[in-house]
């Protein structure tokens, strides 16, 4: 099937979209959002939405498009139409990209299911803690990508966990499922917003545990019974060992909060 894309609103071919309208993507100006699309819906537009207009609000530098654009019911007619003519998949994965004063929505197949994900190493090399530009999904992400499919985590110069290369990270630590706070830092990912707005996270035959955001010490892993990594595509993933070592509550923790993120979806 040809790739198609949605530019400013409009389905076009996406080999029609040349550089040439978006120039500032040569040179990382602009932000994105990757989004899961479930059944032509597309998972917690909205929060998808307030986060990227809070980076164009906080950076001049990369130009707004039109109002209209970035309104949840102009993406949800657009992508809807997609899936309708059979452009796009009604599972899928979306990327909504503003540059130039555009908007740019591209897709791809959702991630299949990996199983549980390894930990071998801590990378405290680049992330300086109360440094804002992690809390911004802008298409200089290079720090990010180039970690991307790596067995580590970040961590920042004071030995406290950031998140993972393209998720947030959550550890069973002292009674609760802890992540960091954002000025670790770590990208306000939506699927831990949700997590955190849920307060809470039934676990079958274990009961209720509280869900919080609290500075983790890289020590503090060597104690953790599980640790889950969220993202906007495959939700919650388990970590299923650590250096070396078994996690053996990561896969239950994961499939509660799959279940209460499938029960809210927010879309």
Request: hydrophobic letters at 45%.
């Given at each position: 099937?040809?790739?198609?894309?949605?530019?400013?609103?409009?389905?076009?071919?996406?080999?029609?979209?040349?550089?040439?309208?978006?120039?500032?993507?040569?040179?990382?100006?602009?932000?994105?959002?990757?989004?899961?699309?479930?059944?032509?819906?597309?998972?917690?537009?909205?929060?998808?939405?307030?986060?990227?207009?809070?980076?164009?609000?906080?950076?001049?530098?990369?130009?707004?498009?039109?109002?209209?654009?970035?309104?949840?019911?102009?993406?949800?007619?657009?992508?809807?139409?997609?899936?309708?003519?059979?452009?796009?998949?009604?599972?899928?994965?979306?990327?909504?990209?503003?540059?130039?004063?555009?908007?740019?929505?591209?897709?791809?197949?959702?991630?299949?299911?990996?199983?549980?994900?390894?930990?071998?190493?801590?990378?405290?090399?680049?992330?300086?803690?109360?440094?804002?530009?992690?809390?911004?999904?802008?298409?200089?992400?290079?720090?990010?990508?180039?970690?991307?499919?790596?067995?580590?985590?970040?961590?920042?110069?004071?030995?406290?966990?950031?998140?993972?290369?393209?998720?947030?990270?959550?550890?069973?630590?002292?009674?609760?499922?802890?992540?960091?706070?954002?000025?670790?830092?770590?990208?306000?990912?939506?699927?831990?917003?949700?997590?955190?707005?849920?307060?809470?996270?039934?676990?079958?035959?274990?009961?209720?545990?509280?869900?919080?955001?609290?500075?983790?010490?890289?020590?503090?892993?060597?104690?953790?019974?599980?640790?889950?990594?969220?993202?906007?595509?495959?939700?919650?993933?388990?970590?299923?060992?650590?250096?070396?070592?078994a996690l053996p509550r990561s896969a239950e923790l994961a499939?509660?909060?799959?279940?209460?993120?499938?029960?809210?979806?927010?879309?």
């Open positions: 099937m040809e790739p198609w894309a949605i530019f400013d609103g409009r389905c076009r071919p996406l080999a029609e979209v040349t550089v040439a309208e978006l120039p500032h993507l040569l040179v990382g100006a602009g932000f994105f959002e990757t989004m899961r699309v479930d059944a032509g819906v597309v998972l917690r537009l909205e929060a998808h939405l307030a986060r990227l207009r809070a980076s164009l609000a906080a950076v001049a530098a990369v130009q707004s498009p039109r109002a209209e654009l970035l309104e949840a019911p102009t993406l949800r007619r657009s992508i809807g139409e997609a899936v309708d003519r059979g452009l796009v998949a009604p599972d899928t994965a979306a990327r909504l990209t503003v540059v130039s004063g555009h908007t740019l929505v591209t897709f791809r197949p959702l991630p299949s299911d990996e199983g549980p994900a390894v930990i071998e190493g801590i990378d405290a090399s680049t992330y300086r803690h109360g440094d804002v530009w992690p809390n911004r999904k802008s298409l200089s992400y290079l720090r990010s990508y180039a970690a991307a499919g790596t067995p580590v985590l970040f961590a920042n110069e004071r030995g406290e966990l950031c998140e993972a290369p393209t998720a947030n990270v959550f550890v069973l630590h002292a009674g609760a499922l802890v992540t960091p706070p954002l000025d670790a830092p770590c990208l306000p990912g939506i699927t831990r917003g949700a997590l955190l707005a849920a307060g809470t996270l039934t676990v079958p035959e274990r009961g209720s545990l509280p869900v919080r955001e609290s500075a983790l010490a890289v020590g503090d892993l060597a104690a953790a019974e599980g640790i889950i990594l969220t993202s906007a595509l495959r939700l919650a993933q388990p970590v299923g060992t650590i250096f070396g070592r499939r509660a909060a799959y279940g209460a993120l499938c029960r809210s979806t927010g879309a």
